[in-house]
């Protein structure tokens, strides 16, 4: 069915208000346009790029959330999170994540994401990562995005250290691994569930 322009920018609203993580591309399919369109919509209805909508609403969301370390020291912009319990951060790769003969993104980039991802998601002032575990399973390469998601698997309230795991897709593939061992000062006020 063909929309008039009035009904597909209203509809790009409501899409974009419900899901503000949606891409250009997605849009366009969604609604059978070229991305150049819903740009052009976007611009028209002063709608930000994708990039600053997630910035928007992780500063505005998890600013005064996240304790362990401030938002703009996370790797990679933080969309949701419940302290303690789970986080996800998207890391889109750029050229300057790349080995440029090759266009792989650079390990320490993805470590960087998952271990700032899995230091955010504590409860407490101070969080360190006393030991991680990590697989590399499938190279990611420029224009990839990364999502990553942390889960809190046990603590230890004996010796103030949290446990968290964290992976990494790339359209739903699994592109890293990572276990983190995690020391946080205030551990045994925050109780016991090994």
């Not at 006393?130 to 390469?141: E, I």
Request: glycine fraction near 2%.
């Amino acid at each position: 069915m063909k929309r008039t322009k009035k009904e597909r920018q209203q509809l790009l609203i409501t899409t974009i208000t419900n899901n503000p993580f949606i891409t250009d591309e997605d849009l366009a399919n969604e609604f059978a346009v070229s991305v150049q369109t819903i740009r052009l919509d976007r611009l028209e209805l002063s709608i930000p790029e994708l990039r600053e909508r997630i910035k928007h609403v992780a500063s505005k969301t998890f600013e005064d959330e996240v304790r362990s370390l401030p938002i703009n020291e996370v790797i990679g912009e933080i969309v949701d999170i419940e302290l303690d319990k789970r986080a996800i951060s998207i890391l889109d790769v750029k050229s300057t994540h790349i080995f440029k003969r090759n266009q792989i993104a650079r390990g320490h980039h993805l470590f960087a994401q998952a271990n700032s991802l899995a230091v955010a998601v504590i409860n407490d002032e101070l969080a360190l990562t006393a030991k991680s575990n990590l697989t590399f399973v499938k190279p990611v390469k420029l224009g990839d995005r990364v999502i990553a998601k942390a889960m809190v698997k046990r603590r230890d309230s004996e010796k103030n250290r949290t446990f968290v795991e964290v992976i990494s897709t790339v359209e739903n593939e699994v592109v890293f691994e990572g276990q983190f061992e995690m020391y946080r000062t205030n551990e045994s006020s925050k109780g016991d569930s090994k």
